[in-house]
């Protein structure tokens, strides 16, 4: 079992940077691939980033792809999300999601832990 609690998420004006983290519980975390997850008011669920369980490999979305850089370290058991050049449309509730089967899906479906999520928002 995994347990996750993200943290970072706040308020910034557009241009600006904020870095989220990932924090899990349990020996096994360094067997999940790791995901990044957003949700704004009125929309569904979307794909971010994700990275291997070693860290080696990582995947974005194309609109965050340049922006924002995934990575972890399996000796703090932590994920990260660093984002810099925020915008407006990036405003949304961050999740980070644990994936058994250790691929960098960007399906929601495909992972089988998640944390209650951070909120962001980026001000015009």
């Known amino acids: 079992q995994v347990q996750l609690v993200e943290s970072g998420g706040g308020l910034v004006q557009a241009g600006g940077s904020l870095r989220l983290s990932c924090a899990a519980s349990?020996?096994?975390?360094?067997?999940?691939?790791v995901g990044w997850f957003r949700q704004a008011p009125g929309k569904e669920r979307e794909f971010v980033a994700a990275?291997?369980?070693?860290?080696?490999?990582?995947n974005y979305a194309d609109s965050v792809k340049g922006r924002f850089t995934i990575s972890r370290d399996n000796a703090k058991n932590t994920v990260y999300l660093q984002m810099n050049s925020l915008k407006p449309e990036d405003t949304a509730v961050y999740y980070c999601?644990?994936?058994?089967?250790?691929?960098?899906?960007?399906?929601?479906?495909?992972?089988?832990?998640w944390g209650q999520g951070t909120q962001v928002t980026v001000s015009s």
């Open positions: 999601a644990a994936a058994r089967n250790g691929y960098r899906s960007t399906n929601a479906v495909d992972y089988d832990y």
């Open positions: 990275i291997s369980r070693s860290g080696i490999h990582t």
């Open positions: 349990g020996r096994t975390f360094s067997d999940n691939s």
